[in-house]
């Protein structure tokens, strides 16, 4: 991939990580985890303890969908600084640009990400 158009995907995959970050920041209301403000004191104190396990659990999803996103745009950034970015990394091929472009972290192209999705059942699946 030329080097202007593999800056012009690092910048959108640094804005992407950014707009990550501030989003996660801004939903845990500072340093203190989802989990952790999930466990409003009146709740635990009502007895209501399913209704807690059950945002605990969602929190702990969301924290686990989140961290995802991060690792596949360092992944995607990481490609860019090596010059693999655009090849899949399965079969070395290409990646449409209209397949970047949708899904700037995309590592496979839609022939390996459609059989590794059969392979992997309980994998993420990819755009």
């Known amino acids: 991939m ?17 707009d990550l970050i501030a989003q996660i920041r801004a939903q845990r209301g500072g340093k203190v985890g989802r989990a952790e403000s999930a466990l409003d004191p009146h709740d635990i104190q009502s007895g209501d303890w399913s209704q807690v396990d059950g945002e605990r659990d969602l929190a702990q999803a969301l924290d686990e969908r ?49 059989r590794y999705e059969r392979d992997h059942p309980g994998a993420t699946p990819s755009l």
């Open 66 to 114: 989140e961290t995802a996103a991060l690792r596949a745009i360092d992944e995607a950034l990481q490609r860019i600084a090596n010059g693999t970015f655009g090849l899949c990394t399965d079969c070395g091929a290409e990646i449409p640009t209209a397949r970047l472009h949708a899904a700037p972290t995309a590592q496979r192209c839609i022939g390996c990400q459609t």
């Open 2 to 18: 030329s080097h202007p158009i593999s800056d012009t995907y690092a910048q959108q995959l640094q804005q992407m990580r950014a």
